[in-house]
């Protein structure tokens, strides 16, 4: 029997309210497939969980749990609030009522203290649970090692204060069995390329205490998750991806805002902006009664719009219902925070703005309705803020509104990219030479490194050994080899960047250190005149010693957002694969050279997106040797291009800068991760030549997955052009704000018939 298809809240019941509606996806209810407790979970456990009306597991819980006891490997990838907390919680605990000791690795340390505050409040008796990170006290620290048994941690922990101290951790390690990952699908790009290396130096490391603990980890639902998660840890790793939690029926809507008649650069129309259709949005949801949670991209954005429809709202008379939607974003105190959650939970407020930080990690139901402002980054994040809504049970709302942006405009009109589609596969490169060699250097440190080793870091070890000897940070002896300085190791890998020393942003007011940025990041980031947002605050940059590795700030909230622009030439340096399609287009991957100069940055207005202006930059030149993939065009299809008077130069520039933007569809990355080339005629080809390459050293995989799945991203990156209402070319379709040139020669139909030529057989 068909189930019904969930109820849209008030005015959504109205096809015609929302004539920017492309596609609304029912997704209908399912009631959950029950398990049973494994006969060996413990019995207090199972007590203690009853006394929270956890009766018993659902199927997904009960078999990743079977699966770790067993000794297997597992990744337990289901959907948000799918409870994998307790799949990965009663092994974890038959382990510790047995004597053995548990490591959970989160991402952040916020994570890791909501994961505490769960296990605490069960009471478990014998079960030492305890955080140890950058803010545990020294003497809690010394506790922590001697009697804990339920370790949570996060990676810059286990990789500047645990590995390097092995010794001191050596009852905790030789009695570890399990290793429980939270988040994994957080560990994608540089910074998991780099925890999989820091989790390749704690197998050896444990091995050298005879344990070889069970890896369990815990995702979101993620394309191909046994494959990532055996990619991430180094071992073979069993995938529980078929979800047995109940699901309340959701009606989820695609929008994209109407141009509108501004105009931004080079006269192309504007969109109205994502933020300003998501305040309009909640005003008719609030007034309607149904609870609202929006999703925005910054803090700035979340106040603009709560402040919006607050303005709406009271505009309209309606008082009282504008004293019931709020802001909510990391600035605030805790106090002030948890008082929002619980306003929220109780029905007092009925719209609440945020940043990501109510993505993860705080329990909040009893919400209707959530607005998703602009693509979150991965299909991964969209599910998980969707999965806001409809925590009573209730049938509920999701609504994603597209920014003016390429891979936005493609999703709001093709719903299969959405629905019915595996999310992203995590895409890693743990043997890039640039984060391999800092972690063989930090490994050596903690143990000298011998050829039996050469299996769990990867083929390039050897290489890579000889170049450290070579440099003077490893000795090489007849026992393997040794690190050669007495400084720190783990200092060599900045592992939430990409190498190379920081620059430190500092507030010029109060002197306070706000965080550190990679000295390849900062020129087109934090470069003087730029609006920085730091966790969502915004700042001024007034200026930046590139000498001194320092960019001063101000706490500012220009009515602007910044965008450099930048010059690029690009050099090929080895192919690596490559392979020639029907049409002769031929495609390529390898090791690029790539110089880049930042020369100015635009402004935009935050509320319409219009270009307010641009201002030139005189910044030193950078060279990154990194990885691309790159297509080429055959000499006949140029010639049929030539006739037809395409110009090539403008088609080859505007698919570059489509393909940038809908990279991300199928790699794991932002379009900011990623930079293109495009000419007419390339001299290390000698034909018309478009590349992407990945912004960081040695690459970081998403030009892989370009090059590995590029006839559908080029078939994707051909639709979101074709699928823009706009004449001539706009931000939605192959604009870019980062473009070096201006967004000049540009040409909307060339790029169209470009794709052609290189798509289809002739």
């Not at 006290?137 to 996060?154: A, D, F, I, P, Q």
Request: net charge negative; hydrophobic share 40%.
């Amino acid at each position: 029997m068909r189930r019904p298809e969930p109820v849209l809240p008030g005015v959504w019941r109205d096809d015609t309210r929302y004539p920017q509606v492309t596609h609304i996806e029912h997704v209908v209810r399912n009631d959950g497939v029950s398990g049973e407790w494994p006969e060996w979970t413990p019995p207090h456990l199972v007590d203690r969980l009853a006394e929270r009306g956890i009766t018993g597991p659902w199927s997904h819980q009960a078999a990743a749990a079977d699966l770790a006891r067993s000794g297997r490997d597992v990744i337990i990838a289901t959907g948000t609030a799918s409870g994998k907390s307790l799949g990965f919680l009663m092994p974890a605990v038959d382990a510790v009522d047995a004597g053995g000791t548990v490591l959970f690795l989160s991402p952040t340390k916020a994570l890791a203290q909501d994961q505490l505050r769960w296990i605490s409040e069960l009471g478990l008796p014998g079960l030492r649970a305890a955080v140890y990170d950058g803010d545990t006290s020294v003497e809690e620290r010394s506790w922590v090692r001697e009697h804990g048994n339920y370790v949570l941690t996060n990676p810059d922990m286990l990789h500047h204060g645990i590995l390097p101290r092995h010794g001191a951790w050596s009852r905790f390690l030789r009695r570890l069995r399990y290793v429980v990952i939270d988040e994994a699908h957080r560990y994608r790009g540089v910074f998991g390329s780099h925890v999989a290396q820091i989790l390749r130096r704690l197998r050896r490391v444990c091995a050298r205490y005879r344990s070889e603990p069970v890896f369990v980890l815990a995702s979101a639902t993620s394309g191909g998750p046994a494959e990532s998660a055996t990619r991430l840890t180094g071992v073979p790793v069993t995938a529980v991806d078929e979800d047995g939690s109940p699901r309340p029926g959701m009606s989820v809507a695609l929008v994209e805002p109407e141009l509108t008649d501004l105009t931004g650069e080079n006269g192309a129309p504007v969109r109205r902006t994502a933020p300003s259709q998501a305040a309009e949005m909640l005003v008719d949801l609030v007034r309607d009664g149904v609870r609202t949670l929006v999703f925005v991209r910054s803090r700035q954005g979340a106040e603009v719009v709560a402040l919006t429809a607050q303005r709406l709202l009271s505009e309209r008379g309606d008082h009282a219902l504008a004293g019931r939607v709020a802001a909510y974003r990391g600035g605030y105190l805790a106090s002030e925070r948890r008082g929002l959650e619980e306003a929220l939970r109780s029905g007092e407020l009925l719209g609440l703005v945020s940043t990501n930080a109510l993505e993860l990690g705080v329990d909040i139901s009893g919400l209707d309705a959530v607005l998703i402002a602009g693509w979150p980054g991965t299909l991964a994040s969209l599910w998980q803020q969707a999965g806001r809504a409809g925590r009573r049970g209730e049938d509920a709302l999701a609504v994603f509104i597209a920014r003016d942006d390429p891979l936005d405009t493609y999703l709001a009109h093709h719903p299969e990219a959405i629905f019915g589609r595996s999310v992203e596969a995590t895409v890693l490169d743990p043997e890039n030479p640039h984060i391999l060699g800092p972690h063989l250097c930090a490994a050596a440190q903690e143990l000298p490194i011998t050829r039996d080793d050469f299996a769990l870091f990867g083929p390039a070890t050897e290489e890579q050994l000889g170049e450290l000897v070579t440099r003077g940070l490893l000795r090489k002896r007849p026992r393997g080899w040794f690190w050669a300085s007495n400084e720190r190791a783990s200092d060599l890998a900045d592992i939430r960047g990409a190498g190379g020393p920081p620059v430190q942003i500092v507030d010029a007011g109060s002197g306070q250190l706000l965080g550190e940025i990679d000295e390849a990041a900062s020129h087109g980031t934090v470069h003087p005149g730029a609006v920085y947002l730091h966790q969502g605050a915004t700042y001024l940059v007034t200026d930046l010693d590139l000498e001194e590795g320092v960019a001063l700030v101000r706490a500012e909230e220009p009515p602007y957002s910044t965008w450099a622009r930048d010059t690029t030439d690009i050099t090929v340096r080895s192919t690596l694969r490559r392979e020639e399609w029907p049409s002769g287009a031929t495609v390529h991957f390898g090791e690029v050279e790539v110089r880049r100069q930042v020369v100015g940055f635009l402004k935009r207005d935050v509320r319409t997106g219009t270009v307010l202006g641009e201002q030139s930059l005189d910044m030193p030149e950078r060279t990154l040797h990194t990885r691309a993939v790159w297509w080429t065009l055959p000499a006949d299809g140029e010639a049929r291009l030539r006739k037809e008077d395409v110009p090539l130069l403008g088609a080859a520039h505007a698919a570059e800068h489509a393909a940038i933007g809908l990279l991300p569809l199928l790699a794991t990355c932002d379009r900011w991760d990623i930079g293109g080339v495009s000419t007419a005629v390339h001299g290390d080809t000698g034909l018309l030549t478009v590349f992407v390459y990945d912004g960081y050293a040695g690459g970081a995989g998403f030009a892989d997955r370009g090059y590995t799945q590029a006839r559908e991203w080029l078939t994707a990156t051909r639709a979101a052009i074709a699928d823009c209402e706009c004449d001539q070319g706009c931000p939605s379709c192959i604009q870019s704000p980062k473009c070096g040139t201006g967004n000049e020669p540009l040409s909307k139909s060339g790029a169209l018939r470009l794709l052609d030529e290189v798509l289809v057989a002739h």
